[in-house]
């Protein structure tokens, strides 16, 4: 089955440090989805991404998607604490989607 | 324009019972997927419903059943509940039908304690 590996499992940065997700897996992707899950709450939609070597921006966010599109990252600049929560690399099936194994950031004032 | 609810928020149960979790979509949405969340894990895609029918099932025994209605509101049912089905329940909906999945909306979630 779909295998996706995310490190570091948790990081811990402080407030204005940046910090970065990678994201791997085990096949070839058609795209991947990245989700925010702050704790406590339910998984939230960040962004999806298709066409290899893809890059995209939102705000402080940029994901990329590898050129062999078996992997991706999500670099966070000057980290607030709004940031905190887990987050999670998600591979795309026909009909489901594949979580990874999440970063959990923490974020320190 | 709600998006997607489930109840109940919080569950209780024991051993060898059945439970029955309730989800709607968001408006204008026709596909619901449920997905289970055991603590620090990431969400395990249980099973998907379009039309009323079952899509496309994960790797999950038979005791976790599903149903959806004309209204595209659904069920997830479990018996014979372990200790180990102890976890977040989600569900989500989306409006992609026939094609790879877009966007999924989550739910706040259920969390079932099996005691």
């Known amino acids: 089955g779909q295998q996706v590996m995310q490190i570091p499992q948790y990081q811990h940065v402080q407030e204005g440090e940046d910090f970065t997700t990678y994201c791997n897996s085990s096949t070839t992707l058609s795209n991947i989805q990245w989700y925010k899950q702050r704790p406590g709450g339910h998984p939230v939609f960040l962004i999806q991404?298709?066409?290899?070597?893809e890059v995209k921006k939102q705000k402080r966010l940029t994901f990329q998607f590898g050129e062999a599109k078996k992997n991706s990252s999500l670099h966070i600049t000057a980290t607030q604490t709004t940031d905190v929560g887990t987050y999670f690399c998600v591979a795309t099936g026909a009909n489901n989607l594949f979580f990874g194994t999440g970063t959990r950031l923490t974020v320190i004032p | 324009d709600a998006g997607v609810t489930q109840s109940p928020t919080h569950l209780i149960k024991t051993r060898g019972q059945q439970v029955t979790l309730r989800c709607s979509p968001k408006?204008?949405?026709?596909?619901v997927s449920w997905y289970q969340q055991a603590l620090g894990q990431g969400p395990q895609f249980i099973f998907q419903?379009?039309?009323?029918?079952?899509?496309q099932r994960g790797n999950f025994p038979d005791r976790f059943s599903g149903h959806q209605f004309p209204n595209y509101s659904s069920e997830l049912n479990v018996n014979a509940l372990l200790l180990g089905d102890s976890a977040l329940y989600l569900c989500?909906?989306?409006?992609?039908?026939?094609?790879?999945?877009?966007?999924?909306?989550f739910g706040p979630g259920t969390r079932l304690t099996v005691l």
């Open positions: 408006s204008g949405h026709d596909t």
């Open positions: 991404l298709v066409k290899s070597g």
């Open positions: 419903y379009y039309e009323e029918e079952e899509r």
């Open positions: 989500a909906s989306s409006s992609i039908s026939g094609r790879r999945m877009g966007e999924q909306f």
